[in-house]
């Protein structure tokens, strides 16, 4: 076995908390199993149109049943944490109301079944699957929506607090909401126009704050953040004025989702902009959705380049050109800078005391070779340089204390179905069958170095 070292020029601090990403509706399966209740995810992947192929997350990688298999092969990855999310529908199957213990059961037995294996959980309480009951009375347009998410994440934080230490309210409520309610890409599939799309997006981020608060309560030495994809914003090139530009892109272009929970305001620019489409909100709100948190997880996929301009915010955004390289999901542009930009942009505006790359990875064709073997060389060059770019911020100071890999296992990719892989490990979906690819293979490598070579 390699050594592991914590002096080399590429090492990564010691203690670098190297990990793996899934969410629950990606991965477990088992949909009407263990007293789940329907979620907004079943309802649409079963609404003809709506997925690639008609796909849904039915049996997904049948993890629900294969946990045990899969930590161990973790385990063998040398895998130090594992990001996991859980579905509001199996603890709470109407969102609201009575407990199902059978679901509390099952976040039980992988979570002792994870530190058994030296892998420290960290949770997500809500990767996109709304109990479909709570979207029968409005879903996220519903301000009682955060409150019943606050009560939920109180009361699951405090049944799994001897064995969740870590965890995360929300992932992606940029994503949630733009493609859930705006394009309507993504479930519930609807666009509900400009205004409306404020005012659930202020009562997305309050349910983080409100969830933030009731879990102090609930347990205590819980360490709180969430998961967001922030625009990662980079000065199209290192320039004073261009960086500088950069920096206000990322306050302005995250204003209504980090900016207001870092921040504790909505930009001026942010509610001037929308006018009279701003969001109805109270002072007290704001106290609530910037209630202090330990972390924030970003997800960085793509990069958002950004020029100075002689304008009144001082930037406009660059799309990116025609030719501009992208992975096999064509929104997956290559931009391994953006995993340097964005932590640092981020801690330049707010200074959260810990950032974790909560997210990062990207889709191949991932053929098999004849030898039966996964030479997934775009996506092993796409994870060399962009955790390049993180050992650069890392090296200058940006506090990011771990890095979760998006994705353990090929899984359900939404609306692509099964038709985009992002796992570093290969899962035949007729026999559930893994086989770790070559990405799989530098990760372990990096790992068991704590190093890039
Ligand atoms: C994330 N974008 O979504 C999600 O958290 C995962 O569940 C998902 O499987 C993964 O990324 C890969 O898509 C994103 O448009 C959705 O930039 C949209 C974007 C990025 C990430």
Redesign the pocket.
């Known amino acids: 076995a390699p050594t592991p070292h914590t002096s080399g020029p590429r090492s990564f601090p010691a203690g670098f908390l190297w990990g793996s990403a899934t969410?629950s509706y990606?991965v477990e399966g088992a949909a009407t199993e263990g007293g789940r209740g329907p979620t907004i995810w079943d309802t649409f992947s079963h609404t003809p149109g709506k997925t690639h192929n008609g796909d849904t997350g039915d049996v997904a990688d049948d993890f629900y049943h294969r946990y045990p298999e899969d930590v161990k092969f973790m385990r063998g990855l040398g895998l130090k944490t594992c990001r996991f999310s859980i579905a509001w529908s199996r603890i709470f199957p109407n969102g609201t109301g009575a407990p199902n213990q059978a679901g509390i059961d099952f976040y039980r037995r992988l979570t002792e079944t994870l530190l058994a294996n030296g892998i420290e959980p960290y949770a997500t309480l809500f990767?996109w699957d709304l109990p479909q009951a709570l979207q029968d009375k409005g879903g996220w347009e519903n301000r009682d929506t955060a409150k019943a998410f606050a009560d939920y994440a109180g009361f699951i934080a405090g049944r799994l607090s001897g064995t969740v230490r870590n965890i995360m309210t929300t992932?992606?409520i940029r994503?949630f909401t733009e493609?859930g309610y705006g394009s309507g890409r993504h479930a519930p599939g609807l666009q509900v126009g400009r205004k409306r799309l404020a005012q659930l997006t202020h009562h997305a981020v309050l349910a983080h704050g409100l969830a933030v608060r009731a879990i102090r309560a609930s347990a205590p030495r819980a360490k709180l953040g969430l998961a967001e994809?922030s625009s990662a914003t980079v000065p199209v090139i290192e320039a004073p004025e261009h960086i500088a530009a950069a920096r206000i892109a990322m306050r302005e272009e995250n204003a209504q989702y980090l900016g207001v929970i870092l921040s504790g305001k909505y930009t001026d620019h942010y509610l001037r902009k929308l006018g009279a489409d701003a969001p109805q909100f109270t002072a007290e709100d704001l106290a609530a959705i910037s209630s202090p948190i330990d972390f924030v997880g970003v997800?960085v996929?793509?990069p958002d380049y950004v020029r100075a301009a002689d304008n009144e915010i001082g930037y406009v955004s660059v799309p990116p050109p025609a030719s501009f390289p992208h992975m096999l999901?064509p929104?997956l542009t290559v931009g391994p800078e953006a995993l340097y930009w964005a932590p640092r942009l981020i801690h330049e505006n707010w200074h959260p005391k810990e950032q974790f790359i909560t997210?990062n990875g990207c889709s191949s064709t991932d053929q098999m070779a004849p030898d039966g073997e996964i030479y997934d060389t775009d996506r092993v060059m796409y994870l060399r340089n962009y955790i390049a770019n993180m050992h650069r911020a890392v090296t200058e100071g940006i506090p990011i204390k771990g890095y979760f890999l998006?994705?353990l296992l090929d899984n359900y990719?939404?609306a692509d179905g099964y038709d985009k892989r992002?796992g570093i490990t290969y899962v035949d979906f007729k026999t559930q069958k893994r086989t770790l690819k070559l990405s799989g293979h530098l990760y372990k490598e990096i790992i068991a170095r704590n190093s890039l070579m």
């Open positions: 969410a990606q990767h992932n992606e994503s493609i994809n997800n996929y793509t999901s929104w997210e998006w994705s990719e939404w992002f």
